[in-house]
């Protein structure tokens, strides 16, 4: 059973920072891809930052240059630092990663249950 524990959200004054952190744990052989996404009330869900197990990150328009992901492979964690938050980042923020459980199956998409971050005054 895969799963993936987000924390470090919370509630932080605008222009403030925040670190998210995501570990996966249970029995699995690998991760390729791993990501943040997050949901504002009354909206979709929306792609944030992703990061390949080689370091290789990507970013939406919205976080670029105040957002930086990374991760570390040795445990299984993934890390989004969030910094000059606007109240528009207020959302829950979740992980995902692309588990490969057995080696060969090939990946599949898992999801954390979520951390809420609130930037507001």
């Known amino acids: 059973q895969v799963q993936l524990v987000e924390s470090g959200g919370g509630l932080v004054q605008p222009g403030g920072s925040l670190r998210l952190s995501c570990t996966a744990s249970?029995?699995?052989?690998?991760?390729?891809?791993m990501g943040w996404y997050r949901q504002a009330p009354g909206n979709e869900r929306e792609w944030v930052a992703t990061?390949?197990?080689?370091?290789?990150?990507k970013y939406e328009d919205f976080v670029k240059g105040r957002f930086t992901i990374s991760r570390d492979n040795a445990e299984n964690t993934v890390y989004l630092q969030m910094n000059s938050l606007k109240p528009e980042d207020t959302a829950i923020y979740y992980c995902?990663?692309?588990?490969?459980?057995?080696?060969?199956?090939?990946?599949?998409?898992?999801w954390g249950q979520g951390t809420q971050v609130t930037v507001s005054s």
């Open positions: 995902n990663g692309l588990v490969e459980v057995l080696e060969g199956q090939g990946p599949m998409p898992y």
């Open positions: 249970g029995r699995f052989f690998a991760i390729s891809l």
């Open positions: 990061i390949s197990r080689l370091g290789n990150a």
